[in-house]
């Protein structure tokens, strides 16, 4: 099974522009990542996804000069430079990492990896009280979903799934979705756990 790992990045952030060639201890913030990445057991591809514009930025340079595949798209739809990159290099799963998340721990990206094969669902992800969730993706039903994804899903990812994935009940269409969920459970609902209840939510 391949499954490669993602990177979103790119020099436009507009809180700290430049954020992720930003050095510390003459090593760029995304480098620091980089390193995390190369030490996965559960990934076969670290991929780039940055703005065609930084191809040739102090970023896109960097990149290269660590042998690190690249794929470019639009700054402002991040679904589909997903899209692109997943496009140029084919793989069944992928790990979503934000570049601005420089000490990601390669052994929860494994762990969760190893989950996400085990499981029958779309999305895997873990909560984090520090904000550098990796998130492991299907991608064929990612390339399905990219055409109904509204602007703020485009430009968070997974924010699509995460909403159509949501076991709490909020609204009636959150009422119906977790109805049809318990309706197609064949034994006690005690006897599901979160991961189970998932897969029955993908068929809802």
């Given at each position: 099974?391949?499954?490669?790992?993602i990177?979103?990045?790119?020099?436009?952030?507009?809180?700290?522009?430049?954020?992720?060639?930003?050095?510390?201890?003459?090593?760029?913030?995304?480098?620091?990542?980089l390193?995390?990445?190369?030490?996965?057991?559960?990934?076969t591809?670290?991929?780039?996804?940055?703005?065609?514009?930084d191809?040739?930025?102090?970023?896109?340079?960097?990149?290269?000069?660590?042998r690190?595949?690249?794929?470019?798209g639009?700054?402002?739809?991040?679904a589909?430079?997903?899209?692109i990159?997943?496009?140029?290099?084919?793989?069944?799963?992928?790990?979503?990492?934000?570049a601005?998340?420089?000490?990601?721990?390669?052994?929860?990206?494994?762990?969760?990896?190893?989950?996400?094969?085990?499981?029958?669902?779309?999305?895997?992800?873990?909560?984090?009280?520090?904000?550098?969730?990796?998130e492991?993706v299907h991608?064929k039903?990612?390339?399905?979903?990219?055409?109904?994804?509204?602007?703020?899903?485009?430009?968070?990812?997974?924010?699509?799934?995460?909403?159509?994935?949501?076991?709490?009940?909020?609204?009636?269409?959150?009422?119906?979705?977790?109805?049809?969920?318990?309706?197609?459970?064949?034994?006690?609902?005690?006897?599901?756990?979160?991961?189970?209840c998932?897969?029955?939510?993908?068929?809802?």
């Amino acid at each position: 099974m391949k499954i490669n790992a993602i990177i979103q990045a790119r020099m436009g952030s507009t809180r700290l522009p430049g954020k992720v060639m930003k050095k510390i201890r003459d090593k760029p913030l995304i480098g620091y990542l980089l390193d995390r990445l190369k030490v996965c057991t559960e990934i076969t591809l670290i991929v780039a996804a940055i703005p065609e514009r930084d191809l040739e930025s102090p970023l896109g340079r960097y990149l290269k000069a660590q042998r690190i595949d690249i794929s470019t798209g639009p700054e402002d739809d991040v679904a589909k430079r997903f899209s692109i990159a997943l496009k140029d290099f084919p793989c069944e799963h992928f790990v979503r990492v934000c570049a601005d998340s420089p000490l990601m721990d390669p052994r929860e990206i494994d762990k969760l990896v190893r989950v996400h094969k085990k499981s029958n669902v779309t999305l895997t992800s873990r909560f984090s009280v520090s904000g550098d969730r990796p998130e492991v993706v299907h991608t064929k039903t990612f390339l399905e979903a990219v055409p109904f994804m509204d602007t703020e899903e485009r430009e968070h990812v997974t924010l699509y799934f995460h909403r159509k994935m949501s076991l709490v009940v909020d609204t009636r269409r959150d009422f119906q979705r977790v109805k049809k969920v318990i309706e197609r459970m064949d034994r006690p609902h005690t006897d599901y756990g979160l991961e189970e209840c998932l897969s029955l939510l993908q068929l809802a």
